[in-house]
């Protein structure tokens, strides 16, 4: 049995005993077939320095990490067919590793444009609000001056409990991923917003009753995260900030990495965004590199 009927044997086997979909099938047998065509003899004889050549050659044809890696766990399934079937009495894809995918660096803002945010936001709230919605803009403002004084994901931000205004204490709990608990502090220009939308919402009966600080007609009873989204990209916008570049997510990431920037260290800033483990943190570590590039610069004796 050549390598194409063996090719077609393990497709045949993915759809009969696994129920792969179509799309998933089709994605098999490309990834397959251009592994088979580019060794020597063909994939169904290739030893694992012949699959580690392959994989050197889609590396420099330019594929992505990604990429890389779902042709080798194509590959890899292929192998394990084989062996379980006995057309194959070894796995030569077993001392191979998987491409090293990497992780993006976080978009994020500058302490400037950040600050610019903030003051449009304020502005709009005292009466400066494009369409004269006080209330929208009077909750907008509270959202971002919230969002980061805390760096909370924005499903934690908009399903906030109104306790959370009502109180007036510098910090509070939040539950997050996994149910977990942590605490996170407010800011004094926080918690003045959070007082000026809890006074507005409260001359509103709809939602004087809800437990939610920023209420709405939805299925959740709280303001869905999309609408935020949405009315954020448009403070950026009249800001003069790209809208483009400006989510929730980004302004949790302004968040963390001015933190880092202004001194904070990694483990504290791992406890206010909740991370449960500290390398979800260290996509920040070139903040630090940044940051103790500065200090020597400033501070070492023979720096220039």
């Known amino acids: 049995m050549n390598s194409a009927a063996r090719i077609e044997a393990f497709l045949e086997m993915m759809s009969a005993e696994r129920g792969a979909a179509e799309n998933t099938l089709s994605s098999y047998r490309r990834d397959l077939e251009d592994a088979s065509a580019s060794i020597g003899g063909g994939l169904a004889g290739a030893g694992a320095a012949d699959i580690r050549a392959y994989l050197d050659d889609i590396a420099a044809r330019g594929f992505a990490p990604t990429s890389q890696a779902r042709k080798?766990?194509?590959?890899?399934?292929?192998?394990?067919?084989?062996?379980?079937?006995?057309?194959?009495?070894?796995?030569?894809?077993?001392?191979?590793?998987s491409p090293k995918k990497g992780r993006p660096l976080p978009k994020t803002m500058t302490e400037a444009e950040t600050s610019r945010l903030l003051d449009r936001a304020a502005e709009e709230a005292g009466g400066a609000a494009p369409d004269g919605d006080r209330l929208a803009a009077l909750r907008l403002h509270?959202?971002?001056?919230?969002?980061?004084?805390?760096?909370l994901r924005v499903s934690e931000l908009v399903g906030l409990p109104v306790t959370v205004a009502q109180r007036d204490d510098r910090?509070?709990?939040?539950?997050?991923?996994?149910?977990?608990?942590?605490?996170?502090?407010?800011?004094?220009?926080?918690?003045?917003?959070?007082?000026?939308?809890?006074?507005?919402?409260?001359?509103?009966?709809?939602?004087?009753?809800?437990?939610?600080?920023?209420?709405?007609?939805?299925?959740?009873?709280?303001?869905?995260?999309?609408?935020?989204?949405?009315?954020?990209?448009?403070?950026?916008?009249?800001?003069?900030?790209?809208?483009?570049?400006?989510?929730p997510h980004v302004l949790r990431h302004a968040f963390a990495s001015h933190l880092l920037q202004n001194g904070a260290d990694l483990r504290a800033v791992q406890q206010l965004l909740g991370h449960a483990d500290i390398s979800t943190t260290q996509i920040y570590t070139h903040v630090l590199e940044e940051r103790l590039v500065r200090l020597v610069n400033d501070h070492h004796p023979l720096a220039d």
Do not use: C, N
């Not at 890899?76 to 079937?85: G, I, P, S, T, W």
């Not at 809890?198 to 995260?225: C, I, M, N, Q, W």
């Open 72 to 97: 080798l766990s194509a590959i890899r399934q292929f192998f394990k067919f084989l062996y379980a079937e006995g057309l194959r009495g070894d796995d030569p894809t077993g001392t191979l590793d």
């Open 142 to 151: 509270a959202l971002v001056e919230v969002l980061y004084a805390t760096g």
């Open 171 to 247: 910090f509070f709990m939040v539950r997050g991923k996994g149910d977990k608990e942590r605490m996170v502090p407010l800011s004094a220009k926080a918690r003045d917003a959070m007082r000026a939308w809890l006074a507005t919402r409260a001359e509103r009966p709809a939602f004087a009753e809800s437990p939610y600080l920023f209420p709405a007609s939805s299925d959740s009873g709280h303001l869905p995260r999309q609408v935020f989204a949405r009315d954020l990209k448009g403070l950026a916008a009249r800001a003069g900030i790209a809208s483009a570049k400006i989510s």
